[in-house]
Nanobody, 121 residues
Framework: VQLQASGGGLVQAGGSLRLSCAASPRTFSWYSMGWFRQAPGKEREFVAL????????RYADSVKGRFTISRDKAKNTVYLQINSLKPDDTAVYYCASSPIYTVLAREYDYWGQGTQVTVSS
C-alpha cells in the first residue's frame, strides 16, 4: 500500500494550497483517510479526516472554516484545501488511512511520506 502526498510549497500568509494524496492499490480497503501535520519540535497533530464511503468529515478546531477535506473515489485520492494560511500552519503534512473513524495518529496504519507547507508572514 502506498500513499503519495503532494501539493505543498511556500506561500505567503493569507494564501491557499491544495494538497493531494493518492492511494494505491485499491485492492485494500480503508474506512477513513486523514490528514495530520507536524511542525518542528512539535508532536504530530490531527488536522482532518473523511469517511471514505459516506464523505463524513471532521476537523481540528484550529483549522475549521479554513481547511476542507474531500475525496475522489474514482481516483482513490483525498484532498486538503487550505485557505487563509497562517505562519502557524507551517508543518509537514501527512496523509494516512485507517480502518476506523479516529483522530488518533496511532490508529492510522498507512502513511504517506509527507509534504512540506511553509507559510511566510
Amino acid at each position: 500500500v502506498q500513499l503519495q502526498a503532494s501539493g505543498g510549497g511556500l506561500v505567503q500568509a493569507g494564501g491557499s494550497l491544495r494538497l493531494s494524496c493518492a492511494a494505491s492499490p485499491r485492492t485494500f480497503s480503508w474506512y477513513s483517510m486523514g490528514w495530520f501535520r507536524q511542525a518542528p519540535g512539535k508532536e504530530r497533530e490531527f488536522v482532518a479526516l473523511i469517511v471514505w464511503d459516506t464523505g463524513i468529515t471532521r476537523y481540528a478546531d484550529s483549522v475549521k472554516g479554513r481547511f476542507t477535506i474531500s475525496r475522489d473515489k474514482a481516483k482513490n485520492t483525498v484532498y486538503l484545501q487550505i485557505n487563509s494560511l497562517k505562519p502557524d500552519d507551517t508543518a509537514v503534512y501527512y496523509c494516512a488511512s485507517s480502518p476506523i473513524y479516529t483522530v488518533l495518529a496511532r490508529e492510522y496504519d498507512y502513511w504517506g511520506q509527507g509534504t512540506q507547507v511553509t507559510v511566510s508572514s
